[in-house]
């Protein structure tokens, strides 16, 4: 298993950027699938980009373009580049790891995009 801390989120202005990163404990970082996805009150978790091991990426449509996923696996972090920001990008973001039946997340990060 892994632990996941988030860090990196807060208010930026709309067409702005930021970088959210997740530190991850445990064994095995390299092996996990890791992913950052979004929820705001009242709507389901969503998904917002994922990193196999292998390093294939997946975005979701509304991110594509924007937003960049990557990790380093010595370091043991995946990181989320925010760029182009929109005020519907505002939500809490979570950081996942994925492997087999095991499926881990953070506490959270709030990114609020406003004027």
């Known amino acids: 298993q892994v632990q996941l801390v988030e860090s990196g989120g807060g208010l930026v202005q709309p067409g702005g950027s930021l970088r959210l990163s997740c530190a991850a404990s445990?064994?095995?970082?390299?092996?996990?699938?890791m992913g950052w996805y979004r929820q705001t009150p009242g709507k389901q978790r969503e998904l917002v980009a994922t990193?196999?091991?292998?390093?294939?990426?997946n975005y979701a449509d509304s991110v594509k373009g924007r937003f960049t996923i990557s990790r380093d696996n010595a370091k043991k972090t995946v990181s989320l580049q925010m760029t182009s920001l929109k005020p519907e990008d505002t939500a809490v973001y979570y950081c996942?790891?994925?492997?087999?039946?095991?499926?881990?997340w953070g506490q959270g990060t709030q990114v609020t995009v406003s004027s």
């Open positions: 996942n790891a994925n492997r087999g039946f095991y499926t881990g």
């Open positions: 990193i196999a091991s292998g390093g294939s990426r």
């Open positions: 445990g064994s095995f970082f390299s092996t996990y699938a």
